[in-house]
């Protein structure tokens, strides 16, 4: 079973940075894509942030030059870091491994203006 942790999150003033980590456990991390999600109260998540097996990125263009997302094999970790924040940045942000439908609990990111 698959099971993902975030941690990282906060409340951080507009123009600050955030970085944010998910462990992963019970599966070869490696051989895996991993996503960032995010959703506001009452919208859709969205895709943010993906890093593939091989390590290419994808990047919503709301965040393209603001984050990065990043993985470390060794210690089963994908992260995103968050540069430039912005109040419409605030959201939950939930880690996944799509091949699994597998979800983090999630971590409130909080962007004062």
């Known amino acids: 079973q698959v099971h993902l942790v975030e941690s990282g999150g906060g409340l951080v003033q507009a123009g600050g940075s955030l970085n944010l980590s998910c462990v992963a456990s019970?599966?070869?991390?490696?051989?895996?894509?991993m996503n960032w999600y995010r959703q506001e109260p009452g919208k859709q998540r969205e895709l943010v942030a993906a890093?593939?097996?091989?390590?290419?990125?994808h990047y919503a263009d709301s965040v393209q030059g603001r984050f990065t997302i990043s993985r470390d094999n060794a210690k089963d970790t994908v992260y995103l870091y968050m540069d430039n924040l912005k109040p419409e940045d605030t959201a939950v942000y939930y880690c996944?491994?799509?091949?699994?439908?597998?979800w983090g609990q999630g971590t409130q990111v909080t962007v004062s203006s």
């Open positions: 996944s491994m799509p091949r699994f439908d597998a």
């Open positions: 019970g599966i070869i991390f490696a051989l895996n894509t």
């Open positions: 890093i593939t097996s091989g390590g290419s990125t």
